[in-house]
């Protein structure tokens, strides 16, 4: 079962109109402090995590079904060329087909990974990034109050502490002023990264790249 | 003076003294917004008491406690707004690593679009799918 969480500190009036329109079977809730970021150490989005019955994580938290093909999108336009467009498709159809057979195969998919795999391969949870975590809260709390620079001041810091966190930048554009999350400061950051990913790649058999 | 702690989901205001990077709490009020308090055995609170190696610092002559002392002792950071007297108290991250390396899905409860709150723990006996999007 799927279950959405929206990063979204400006609630409903934010992620409401996506959900709305997604018209989901399933849940898809509003996680305006980034709480669930904070919980398994996600730094951007779309990120997964598969949860067993038991409620063990198999699998994650990783990219969910995504990668940096998107990055040859044109900033002006948003429009992305077509072959990256394919890239693209094709992760998602691969990222969903293992989770189908995750869902038809349980724990004798593939896919799901070892407790030891698991382990390796989860985010390093900092000193500096908790720091970053309690700046960025902070920054809520002031948000609330209407002390918008202020507010800033705390996700400028946020962002200096834990620089790959795409979540604390992006949400904190999109406080300043919605839709600047995609305007040209996040083109100009996405650019500077160079030859580093923005998303993680999936670890994946079939995978592009 | 009257200002704001923040401690995980409290956000409480409380009388407390703030000198530079130390902020005093009577017990009664430390207790209130953090749930914390000081015993003989340590730094308590529910079940959980962690002990304060001397030279800590934690208390001085009257009771006061200092927050960001204890907040150390907790190896969690601590961050204020002088300007809106708030000070917040965050997670440690050797609490969050442990946390997840224990491979339990740490539990939250969010709500969704009319309000039903939901906590992932409601989902035990399926498999979730658990995605963080977002609007922007």
Known sequence: ???????????????????????AAYPCLIDREHLVARLYGMVNVPTAVWIDETGRIVRGPET???????????PATYHVPAQARDELRTVRAIYLDALRDWARNGPASVHVRSQREVRDRLPRLTEAAARADACFRLGLVL???GRADAAQR??????????????????????????KAGGPEFFAAVRALGERTYYSPIDMDGMPR | MQLTVVYDDTQAQVEATPEGERLWLAPAELRAATGWELK?????????????????QLARAGGAVDLVALAA???RPVVHEDTEHVWLVGEAAEERRAALESLEAPD????????????????????VFLVAWASW
Not at chain 1, 155 to 177: G, M
Request: net charge negative; glycine share 8%; charged share 25%.
């Open chain 1, 64 to 74: 969910a079904g995504t990668s940096d093909a998107w990055r040859e999108m044109d």
């Open chain 1, 143 to 145: 948000q609330q109050r």
């Open chain 2, 73 to 75: 002792l907790l190896s």
């Open chain 2, 108 to 127: 939250f409860a969010l709500p969704d679009l009319s309000g039903t709150v939901h906590r992932l723990s409601d989902y035990r006996g399926r498999k």
């Open chain 1, 1 to 23: 079962m799927p279950l959405a969480i929206a990063l979204d500190t400006r609630g409903a009036e934010a992620a409401g109109p996506w959900i709305e329109r997604a018209n």
């Open chain 2, 40 to 56: 003989p055995e340590g730094a308590c609170r529910d079940d959980v008491c962690v002990p304060v190696p001397p030279g800590a």
């Open chain 1, 154 to 179: 705390w996700f400028q810091e946020a962002r200096r502490l834990h620089p790959d966190s795409w979540s604390i930048a992006r949400q904190a554009w999109d406080l300043e002023e919605p839709g």
